[in-house]
């Protein structure tokens, strides 16, 4: 079992960057798939970024793709999302998953397959 906690959201203006984290807890983090989804007011939750078990596999949605970056550091337990040129149509709560399966599937996983943090509130304005 794995319990994960996002930080690092917050306001910023059209154009800026924010980095988020997501720690995890428990001893079997390298075993994980790591994600981040998001979900606006009104939308459904939908995928941004998966990383591999290794961090040598990366996936992205196609309206993140040469803006947004996903590592992991596997000594920290965490799973990092750098956001670059951010947009107004960026705006979301962000969550963390976890799945032991295919980086290349967590795009389909929602609740209650996985792990998912609380979620952390970015807002760009315009």
């Known amino acids: 079992q794995v319990q994960l906690v996002e930080s690092g959201g917050g306001l910023v203006q059209a154009g800026g960057s924010l980095r988020l984290s997501c720690a995890a807890s428990?001893?079997?983090?390298?075993?994980?798939?790591m994600g981040w989804f998001r979900q606006a007011p009104g939308k459904e939750r939908t995928f941004v970024a998966a990383?591999?078990?290794?961090?040598?596999?990366?996936y992205y949605a196609d309206s993140v793709k040469g803006r947004f970056t996903i590592s992991r550091d596997t000594a920290k337990k965490t799973v990092y999302l750098q956001m670059n040129s951010l947009k107004p149509e960026d705006t979301a709560v962000y969550y963390c998953?976890?799945?032991?399966?295919?980086?290349?599937?967590?795009?389909?996983?929602?609740?209650?397959?996985?792990?998912w943090g609380q979620g952390t509130q970015v807002t760009v304005s315009s």
């Open positions: 990383i591999s078990q290794t961090g040598g596999i990366t």
């Open positions: 428990g001893r079997t983090f390298s075993t994980y798939a």
């Open positions: 998953a976890a799945d032991q399966g295919r980086a290349d599937q967590m795009q389909f996983i929602r609740p209650p397959r996985g792990y």
